[in-house]
């Protein structure tokens, strides 16, 4: 009921910017949470960092300071500005939405990843 649609990712140097975008769509009443989530091979999925509807946010302590997450609720749209890449943060990025549907029944729901590669 609530698809997810990333873009954004790609490969950069070391030291370089991407922004990441995920739109949601579907019978969304309201939503909860948003956030950005990232899985190196072999390793556990993780969370990157976090916006709630009362605009807290919540990094990761590897990235605070160089990534930014926002969102427009409104747009149904969450953002992942990344500076200061480091080869560490490679991995395979996913956009998460927590809420209700117009249904009144709550949702948690994720995009497709979107691949970012760190490498010179």
């Known amino acids: 009921q609530v698809q997810l649609v990333e873009s954004g990712g790609g490969l950069v140097q070391p030291g370089g910017s991407l922004r990441l975008s995920c739109a949601a769509s579907?019978?969304?009443?309201?939503?909860?949470?948003m956030g950005w989530y990232r899985q190196a091979p072999g390793k556990q999925r993780e969370l990157v960092a976090a916006?709630?509807?009362?605009?807290?946010?919540n990094y990761l302590d590897s990235v605070k300071g160089r990534f930014t997450i926002s969102g427009d609720s409104t747009k149904k749209t969450v953002y992942l500005q990344m500076n200061s890449l480091k080869p560490e943060d490679t991995a395979v990025y996913y956009c998460n939405f927590r809420g209700r549907l117009r249904s009144f029944r709550d949702y948690d729901s994720w995009g497709q990843g979107t691949q970012v590669t760190v490498s010179s």
């Open positions: 579907g019978s969304i009443l309201s939503i909860t949470a």
């Open positions: 916006v709630t509807s009362g605009g807290s946010t």
